[in-house]
């Protein structure tokens, strides 16, 4: 079965810099959700869409922006990168409602 | 206010022991309830739900879990651990109502040992 497709897997960029994140969903899905997960710590709520419109945000710095496409992937821009957002970047989606999310295996983002 | 509550950050277990990972939530309204197990360096993987309906739900590789309502509690079991079993399981509510409605809120995290 088709999963959600994330890309890049591992992502190096310097502080300062920008990086973009993309997001593939399971097909069918109208949500999506982006999380962002820092070394030992429980994925956190960043923004979520539901069909092509922002539907929540979370804790999302203002130098992160996300969208949803037509063809409901989404990518998440990341700015003026700090050394603090390094983390793992998960997204997931979903049928909207009470069925569960489905994860992406995540993209691992370095700063140095 | 809404929250999720993981009991202990790490669980370790001998293989062929019984596995209980604890989770408590708070709300006042009944939330969804999710568990879901992240090996290294891997996305989230849905291991089990509890929407509505039968309180015990079972999951993949032999995992079960028994929403109480009176208890808040969504425990997380197994009977007998596997060494493939290691990792980290996070259990995950989705609020249907209140000032965290609509999001799915993670509980800290467990990491699960198994010893041979």
């Known amino acids: 079965a088709a999963g959600v497709i994330q890309s890049p897997r591992h992502l190096i960029k310097e502080k300062r810099e920008t990086a973009t994140l993309k997001c593939y969903p399971i097909p069918r899905h109208d949500t999506v959700y982006w999380y962002q997960q820092g070394p030992g710590q429980d994925p956190q709520f960043l923004i979520s869409f539901y069909e092509k419109m922002q539907s929540d945000k979370g804790s999302i710095p203002d130098r992160f922006s996300a969208q949803q496409f037509s063809d409901y992937h989404s990518e998440l821009n990341m700015s003026s990168l700090e050394l603090g957002d390094s983390a793992l970047y998960f997204c997931?989606?979903?049928?909207?409602?009470?069925?569960?999310?489905?994860f992406g295996n995540g993209t691992r983002l370095t700063v140095t | 206010a809404q929250s999720v509550t993981q009991l202990g950050s790490h669980v370790s277990v001998s293989e062929g022991a019984l596995v209980l990972l604890r989770c408590n939530y708070s709300s006042s309204v009944p939330p969804y309830l999710f568990w879901y197990v992240q090996y290294p360096n891997q996305g989230l993987q849905l291991l089990l739900k509890?929407?509505?309906?039968?309180?015990l739900v079972k999951g993949i590789n032999g995992f079960e879990a028994e929403f109480k309502k009176s208890e808040t509690s969504f425990h997380l079991t197994k009977p007998s651990a596997h060494m493939s079993d290691a990792a980290e399981y996070f259990c995950?509510?989705?609020?249907?109502?209140?000032?965290?409605?609509?999001?799915?809120?993670f509980g800290q995290g467990t990491i699960l040992t198994v010893h041979p």
């Open positions: 995950a509510v989705y609020f249907t109502g209140g000032t965290s409605y609509g999001k799915l809120t």
């Open positions: 997931a989606s979903q049928t909207r409602g009470n069925s569960p999310l489905h």
């Open positions: 509890y929407t509505t309906g039968a309180t």
